[in-house]
């Protein structure tokens, strides 16, 4: 009796306890699902983090370069170079010592580095597809392009045809003198003009020089 009484009770309690064991079991997986999504959560928010600090640090970046190309110094500076690598191309002659020659050719490895790191800051500064939005930036990277080409691709004997090129560069003060570029873009814009203007004299040549042909030459020959 004693001992069915046992088993009885025995039995009795066994449903209890495996449903207290299955409630922990439930309670221990939904706290490690919960540690796993707390720690994703910090791994994002870590993530992001650093996302925020790196584009900060990039908008910075170009907040300063910005700053350094705009400047009038920097400005100055260049225009300054420019002016001294067309005194330099003026410089150049046939039959010119080898020591000049040398000169020069250092001279022109320094400049074209020269432009190369100002087109460089500025596509860092402004971006690509706003770099290319000014016709300036577009000619000066054009220029740029060639006088690395040119440096690259030199041979001795004779001037290259990219070596004309140099010359280009001159052009490049239209962008420093407002003068010179209220100047530049009046002459662009009566270009238009300009070779209507000259068609029309051709044609008046044209005409003369047959009425002379027609009239007077016959008179001179009779």
Do not use: M, Q, R
């Given at each position: 009796m004693q001992?069915?009484?046992?088993?009885s009770s025995a039995d009795e309690e066994?449903?209890?306890t495996s449903a207290a064991h299955l409630?922990?079991?439930?309670?221990a997986t939904d706290s490690c699902l919960k540690a796993d999504e707390g720690c994703h959560e910090m791994s994002l928010e870590a993530t992001e983090t650093w996302q925020g600090l790196i584009q900060n640090l990039l908008r910075e970046m170009k907040g300063k370069l910005l700053m350094i190309i705009e400047s009038k110094y920097f400005q100055r500076a260049i225009m300054m170079a420019i002016l001294v690598n067309t005194i330099t191309?003026?410089?150049e002659h046939h039959n010119e010592p080898e020591e000049l020659t040398q000169i020069l050719e250092i001279s022109n490895v320094v400049f074209t580095s020269l432009f190369s790191v100002e087109m460089i800051l500025n596509l860092s500064a402004y971006g690509f597809f706003q770099y290319l939005c000014s016709p300036f930036?577009?000619?000066?990277s054009i220029v740029v392009i060639i006088s690395v080409s040119e440096i690259v691709g030199h041979t001795d004997g004779g001037l290259s045809v990219l070596r004309t090129f140099r010359l280009l560069r001159v052009f490049k003060l239209v962008r420093f003198m407002p003068a010179l570029r209220c100047q530049f873009l009046v002459l662009m814009k009566t270009m238009d003009s300009v070779?209507?203007?000259?068609m029309l004299?051709?044609?008046f040549v044209f005409i003369f020089r047959y009425i002379y042909m027609c009239v007077f030459l016959?008179?001179?020959i009779s």
């Open positions: 001992v069915s009484a046992f088993l066994t449903p209890g409630d922990l079991h439930i309670k191309l003026g410089v930036n577009v000619f000066d070779a209507t203007f000259s004299l051709l044609l016959s008179i001179v």
